[in-house]
């Protein structure tokens, strides 16, 4: 209960905050991917001049709201899926879709020479091999490997090249690659979010989604949800 208080409460107040879309033709039934457009984080500037980015790391989602909202709003827009059908396709201006998935690590040596193409690779690994020094939003729907991603992007100090994160976070399992006892499992859960803090991240919007189970660690908890979304703002970015 402790763990879930502390992902409904906000750490610091956002006046300007944008709810799944900056248009006027906002569905409440799409899911409120909510960036921090106050002038102190600077996300609205870099929008207005056309110098924003957004990487969007997703797992076969259709919709695709969020993205092309940003990317109509000056963001160039960059999103990952495995799904898709070709190595990068650029959707419209300023909208690229890459046939990769975000992995909490690289493809073994020995993997990676029998398949020079595969195509999972850390963040860290891809903003190298972009070129790109700085994200201004980070958006992740990965159906439960976000807590093992963002563990790396913590251990490989990727956050600091990060401006605003969205995750959308499963509760109902411990997630790939996580386990031991339900108090291990909510204790490493705490530790990276803590991490965040750490690094200068405060939570500005915690979205609970009723339209899933109540389930926590495969309990039924009333009042609860198996997964929430999380905006963090980066208070160091500049």
């Known amino acids: 209960m402790r763990f879930l208080r502390y992902i409904s409460t906000t750490?610091?107040?956002?006046?300007?905050?944008?709810?799944?879309?900056?248009?006027?033709?906002?569905?409440?039934?799409?899911?409120?991917?909510?960036?921090?457009l106050d002038d102190r984080f600077g996300l609205a500037h870099q929008m207005q001049n056309k110098q924003c980015r957004l990487y969007s790391l997703g797992l076969g989602s259709e919709d695709?709201?969020?993205?092309?909202?940003m990317a109509n709003?000056?963001?160039?827009?960059?999103?990952?899926?495995?799904?898709?059908?070709s190595a990068h396709i650029l959707e419209s201006q300023h909208l690229w879709y890459h046939r990769l998935s975000i992995d909490?690590?690289?493809?073994?040596?020995?993997?990676?020479?029998?398949?020079?193409?595969?195509?999972?690779?850390?963040?860290?690994?891809?903003?190298?091999?972009?070129?790109?020094?700085?994200?201004?939003?980070?958006k992740a729907d990965l159906e439960s490997a976000e807590w093992k991603v963002l563990e790396n992007l913590i251990l490989e100090n990727v956050l600091e090249q990060i401006g605003q994160l969205i995750f959308e976070i499963h509760l109902h399992w411990p997630g790939f690659e996580?386990?031991?006892?339900?108090?291990?499992?909510?204790r490493f859960w705490y530790s990276l979010l803590k991490e965040l803090e750490l690094k200068?991240?405060?939570?500005?919007?915690?979205?609970?989604?009723?339209?899933?189970?109540q389930?926590?660690?495969?309990?039924?908890?009333?009042?609860?949800?198996?997964c929430y979304t999380l905006s963090w703002v980066n208070t160091r970015w500049k």
Not at 109 to 130: C, D, M, W, Y
Not at 215 to 226: H, P, Q, T, V, Y
Request: charged share 25%.
């Open 11 to 36: 750490q610091i107040a956002c006046d300007h905050m944008s709810t799944g879309s900056l248009a006027t033709d906002y569905s409440p039934a799409k899911k409120p991917w909510s960036v921090c």
């Open 64 to 69: 695709t709201h969020f993205e092309v909202s």
């Open 73 to 85: 709003n000056g963001c160039e827009v960059h999103r990952f899926d495995p799904s898709v059908k």
């Open 104 to 138: 909490w690590r690289d493809p073994h040596p020995a993997v990676a020479a029998q398949k020079p193409h595969s195509n999972t690779r850390k963040l860290g690994t891809i903003l190298n091999e972009f070129g790109h020094h700085k994200i201004d939003v980070l």
């Open 178 to 186: 996580v386990s031991g006892s339900d108090s291990n499992v909510v």
């Open 200 to 213: 200068d991240f405060r939570l500005f919007h915690s979205y609970k989604d009723l339209s899933k189970p």
């Open 215 to 226: 389930l926590f660690l495969k309990r039924d908890i009333f009042n609860a949800s198996s």
